[in-house]
């Protein structure tokens, strides 16, 4: 996948505010805008993440219904995680498709990058498609607030939901199934 195109950034004046909570911080800053224009902008620091579209042989996806508190209900997600420290994307994803889904993946396709929510954050997330799954004998343990529950699904249950709407799903799940689909020919 091509790279994002260079940034413009914007020239930074004042720090107004900032608060952290585990690995994000918002701030608000007065910035001078590209254009000119100057003002207070709110905007979520994020360290960044990756996901995977996890594929089985027979060709059913696999996929997660996890409970998201910010909108206080169970959405349709692939396996993702943000990043620790240091930790390059791929093995990030590598081991939260153990954590999650329990499987360990022996082809990886990278699917490009996508900005979730560019208006105010600067997350990153890293896309890949997983392929030439083995399950785990035993699932390693994933963070202590995550409830989910692990789907095997056809793709073209996948799309039906996607197009009637029975199922909440996030924006980064239906951005990495297009691409997936684009790479795998569906």
Known sequence: MPPLPEPEPSRFIAEEGALQARRIRFEINRLRLPM???????????????????????????????????VARRLLEFP???????EDPLGSMQRELGEEAGYSA???????????CPGYSDEVIHLFLARQLTPLQERPAGDEDEDLEVLHMPAD???????????????????????ARQVLGW
Do not use: C, N
């Open 80 to 86: 993702a995680g943000t990043l620790e420290e240091g």
């Open 157 to 179: 249950e996948l799309d039906r939901r996607l197009a009637d709407g029975s199922e909440a799903l996030d924006g980064k799940t239906v951005t990495a199934w297009y691409r």
């Open 106 to 116: 022996a082809r990886w396709d990278d699917l490009g990058l996508m900005l979730p």
């Open 36 to 70: 000119g224009h100057e003002g207070s902008y709110g905007l979520i620091r994020h360290p960044g993440a990756a996901l995977a579209v996890p594929v089985t042989d027979d060709g059913r996806v696999v996929i997660l219904r996890q409970y998201r508190f910010a």
